[in-house]
């Protein structure tokens, strides 16, 4: 077989514990975003876009929807003869299994798939951001640069530097330093967690890390601040469109308005650009004489007998007569009965809200979102509080 | 009890030629995102039908385009799936011009087939239904034919096929007449047939002057056991512009849409085409209408059925209207029964008005 440029390695296996009831039973790259999508559709659709035709999505907690959306990959051209996307949990072998203990350790648990592909380079990505990226434009600096390892970096404000892996970088863009997380920032360089490797360093670096009986496992922590002292070639390559971590509920319902709008900063109607997802065979949406939808974006499915403004609605999302949806979030499949508030709310998949239900309020925030997990039931006249969180077994 | 389906993608297109000047009547848009082929393919599909053969005549790029490998449908097999059966064409040989001809045409696909029945099917019929009973029923009855009716009113304009049923519901009598009226059983050009008995009557057809399904097959009631079976639920036909755009109409009531979408858990299955969610901007307003994926909405949109992609620009007005796949309608502009072609685009400050009887059409592409 011929040798491919680059394969991916996405890392979905992460909890997403601060996005509370919208992981208590997915990953976090399973969690619904912006009407029709997944969070994971944006880096798959970007390896569509780029050309990278081989994934290995490296899954852990809560796997099964993860599993079952990303399938044989066949939304995002990505069922392929030789290659595609494949979904790598860990496994038990001759000589024992265990769980991915850091990023790096995920990567080094499957070093067979990168073994079987043996592709120049490989990308490392993460399953937790809304971008568009052409990572095909990063590998190929990789490449004129002859990097070991080149880092995806974006620009953020300063204040914020503190949650990211900051770097500074020469006029050539070479690495010179990389503080995971920094107490004291040195500049707002952050990486955005994309990387690419040669393969054959990658390997290596993963193979003595592994040895590290003091290392965390994480490229952040430990790879990537132990090549750079080893003095091998980092380089950095500088994005500046739309990145957002959407690991908090304030980013993810942030990021979600951030579509909202005229010129929103991620296109999602760029015909050569597409976000591809996975969607049910739904009838177009449906407004009734008696509702309306403002500043909104609805899908495949949804009927709207109430009244929806700046709200983002998942496909066969169902609002009864005389509700209210207002600056809320509403994920596949809920049902709104009639005469139901809903004022900065995030409601899960497949929720029942029952007549005359209030949930949130007008006058709160982003940083106070009423959050409605997964399956759950609100009983009639059910009374949720800005800021409250309702789940299975609370 | 395996059947195989059979399509007829190009029948009564005459008679709705300004939607299928470019394209097969099976594949002409209906329902915001949908093709006609759609809903039989789908019905297919979701009683088990794992092999389908769609005839085609000409025109038939856009059917294919549609279909592709049929993998939307879950036709994309190693065993049978889906199977485009174009003109088998000879130096000399005419385009077959009815439904007996086509299926004489595609005799070698029936030789090769292994199933027992075949389940045939016009394009044009909006349905969600579930052939097994249907199926059953056929065995159960030791049928020659089963032919699927409805009970209808009929007011006389156009020719039909009509059964007369004895009370075993074998068909007694058929007649095919322009001048009926009231209510009658009326067939619906959706049959099912054993596989050995279709291929025995093409194989008389020339010895015993066979031309034609309707006139001198079903109408054999003696010689063969032809058994009727009624067709409940929603179910539309499309034989002109004018009930087209009733029939898309029908749609917006929701229980014409939980029948036709919804049925026993029974999806219509489509071509993906990913577009953005559907999104109205401030200021837009959206009422009582069927809206499609990629849709951006700045203006008024009233009673109408927009498809993938169709922008109304501010100030815009669209009512009583089907707009097809990525056409526009810019600033100010109003529309009133209106059918617009895909990409049809309406430039600024235009008024177009057609009624509801006859739905003003603009073809593919036009500027106005």
Not at chain 2, 311 to 316: D, E, H, I, Q
Request: proline fraction near 3%; charged fraction near 25%; glycine fraction near 8%.
């Amino acid at each position: 077989m011929k040798k491919k440029r680059c394969i991916a390695m996405l890392l979905a296996g992460g909890q997403g514990t601060r996005l509370y009831a919208l992981t208590s039973m997915v990953a976090k790259p399973a969690v619904s975003f912006g009407s029709k999508y997944r969070i994971i559709d944006f880096p798959l659709s970007n390896c569509t876009y780029s050309n990278i035709d081989t994934v290995g999505v490296l899954t852990q907690y809560q796997p099964l929807i993860l599993n079952e959306y990303i399938g044989t990959g066949e939304p995002w051209d990505l069922d392929r003869t030789y290659g595609g996307v494949h979904t790598l949990p860990p496994y038990q072998a001759k000589s024992g299994g265990e769980w991915y203990k850091g990023t790096a350790n995920a990567i080094y648990q499957n070093l067979h798939f990168l073994h079987a592909y043996d592709s120049e380079h490989v990308l490392i990505l993460s399953g937790d951001h809304i971008y568009k990226m052409d990572y095909s434009a990063m590998i190929t600096e990789h490449e004129h640069n002859n990097a070991d390892c080149t880092i995806a970096v974006i620009d953020v404000p300063k204040e914020e530097a503190n949650r990211f892996g900051i770097m500074d970088y020469d006029a050539d863009k070479r690495v010179t330093s990389f503080e995971e997380k920094p107490k004291k920032p040195k500049s707002n360089h952050a990486s955005m967690g994309v990387y690419v490797f040669k393969k054959d360093v990658l390997v290596r670096e993963l193979e003595a890390d592994e040895r590290d009986p003091a290392s965390a496992k994480d490229f952040g922590k430990n790879i990537i601040p132990n090549m750079l002292k080893s003095g091998m070639r980092l380089f950095a390559h500088e994005f500046s469109g739309y990145w957002k971590d959407v690991g908090t509920v304030t980013s993810l319902w942030e990021a979600n308005m951030d579509l909202l709008g005229e010129n929103p900063p991620v296109n999602l109607s760029d015909p050569n650009f597409k976000v591809y997802s996975r969607n049910r065979p739904l009838p177009p949406c449906f407004i009734d004489g008696g509702g309306s939808a403002e500043n909104s974006l609805l899908t495949a499915g949804c009927e709207i007998y109430g009244k929806v403004v700046n709200s983002i609605l998942s496909e066969g999302v169902y609002v009864g007569k005389g509700s209210v949806i207002e600056n809320s979030i509403i994920m596949r499949g809920t049902r709104i009965g009639n005469h139901v508030s809903v004022k900065f709310g995030i409601i899960d998949e497949y929720v029942s809200v029952e007549d005359k239900v209030k949930i949130g309020d007008a006058k709160s925030n982003k940083d106070n979102i009423a959050l409605i997990g997964r399956g759950i039931t609100v009983k009639k006249g059910g009374l949720i509080a800005a800021g409250e969180i309702v789940e299975e077994g609370r | 009890m395996k059947a195989v389906g059979v399509i007829f993608s190009n029948i009564h297109e005459k008679e709705i030629k300004e939607l299928t000047a470019n394209r097969t009547l099976a594949s002409v848009p209906f329902g915001g995102r949908f093709r006609l082929i759609d809903f039989v393919l789908s019905n297919m599909v979701n009683s088990g039908i794992t092999k389908v053969g769609i005839i085609t005549k000409e025109n038939y790029q856009s059917l294919m385009d549609h279909v592709g490998s049929g993998r939307h449908w879950d036709l994309s097999r190693k065993n049978g799936g889906l199977i485009l059966l174009p003109p088998y064409g000879e130096s000399g040989t005419m385009l077959y011009q009815s439904r007996f001809e086509a299926i004489s045409n595609i005799e070698q696909f029936l030789r090769r087939s292994e199933e027992d029945f075949v389940v045939m099917s016009d394009c044009d019929n909006v349905c969600n239904m579930d052939f097994t009973p249907v199926l059953k029923y056929h065995v159960r009855q030791n049928a020659d034919i089963t032919a699927l009716y409805r009970t209808k009113m009929v007011d006389g304009r156009k020719m039909r096929t009509l059964f007369e049923l004895d009370a075993d519901s074998r068909v007694a009598k058929v007649i095919n007449s322009e001048k009926t009226y009231g209510e009658q059983s009326l067939f619906t050009n959706i049959l099912v047939a054993g596989r050995k008995f279709l291929l025995s009557i093409i194989d008389n057809a020339a010895a015993r002057g066979f031309k034609s399904f309707s006139k001198d097959i079903l109408t054999r009631t003696g010689e063969f056991r032809i058994f009727g079976y009624p067709l409940n639920g929603y179910f539309a036909n499309i034989d002109d512009i004018s009930s087209y755009y009733n029939v898309s109409m029908e749609l917006l009531s929701k229980e014409h849409r939980d029948s036709l979408f919804f049925q026993n858990g029974m999806h219509i299955y489509t071509k993906v085409r990913d577009s953005a969610p559907l999104k109205v901007e401030q200021g837009g307003s959206v009422s009582n209408s069927l809206i499609a994926d990629g849709c951006i909405i700045e203006g008024e949109v009233k009673n109408s059925i927009l498809f993938r992609g169709v922008r109304v620009a501010k100030g815009a007005s669209v009512t009583n209207s089907i707009l097809f796949q990525d056409s526009s309608v810019g600033a100010f502009s109003r529309l009133n029964c209106v059918i617009a072609d895909k990409q049809a685009v309406i430039l600024e400050k235009r008024t177009l008005s057609g009624h509801e009887t006859h739905p003003y059409f603009i073809a593919k592409n036009t500027v106005i």
